[in-house]
């Protein structure tokens, strides 16, 4: 068994400067390195192009708020059965929306959770375009639409749940481990 990838990792101090100035503010914040980083970090230039699209999307201060933006990778992600993502990104819905239950119901139960109207729509769309983005029509845009989703927001949906895709997928590939540091993350009171 492993303790981050079955491809191996790269420790921050051994990554090449950018990452490991980019990565280390990260680790700063959260108080550890998370294991997506060392694992990505095998590849760099990959992984600074995961970064740029991550942050473009996920650190807007425009549309969806930053806990609507989990709200969607952890539904999208326990769509795509992803552990890794699940863990982790559950871990920060919880903090941002000050909630230790959200992240495990949305995760299991994305259809039963009780969630407000927007939430609603936000987690419908993205889980249709999760799990049969073929089937999506003018239909279920007017139904985001109509719970009080704008355009660039409902774009951010599905940009969310298509990056997301590739990362349970990468996850999936390199048999990723969350770091255990994120399973109480966001439960007990700091």
């Known amino acids: 068994m492993h303790e981050v990838s079955r491809f191996g990792h790269v420790e921050l101090a051994d990554m090449p400067e950018d990452l490991r100035e980019r990565i280390g503010a990260i680790a700063e914040r959260s108080g550890f390195v998370p294991n997506v980083f060392r694992a990505l970090a095998r590849r760099p230039r ?46 920060i819905l919880r903090v941002r929306t000050k909630d230790p239950e959200i992240a495990d119901r949305v995760a299991t139960n994305p259809f039963g ?16 375009i999760a799990t049969d983005s073929a089937a999506l029509t003018e239909a279920e845009i007017d139904d985001a639409r109509l719970a009080g989703l704008s355009e660039d927001e409902i774009w951010d949906v599905g940009a969310i749940t298509a990056l997301f895709a590739m990362s349970n997928r990468l996850a999936h590939l390199t048999d990723l481990r969350p770091n255990p540091e994120f399973f109480l993350m966001g439960r007990l009171p700091r």
Request: proline share 2%.
């Open 46 to 91: 990959e992984l600074r192009a995961f970064l740029d699209y991550h942050d473009a999307l996920m650190e807007s201060n425009d549309g969806l708020s930053k806990a609507e933006r989990e709200l969607v990778v952890v539904a999208t992600s326990g769509a795509n059965s992803c552990t890794y993502c699940v863990v982790a990104h559950g871990a």
């Open 113 to 128: 959770v009780a969630l407000s109207p927007r939430e609603r729509a936000i987690v419908d769309l993205a889980l249709l």
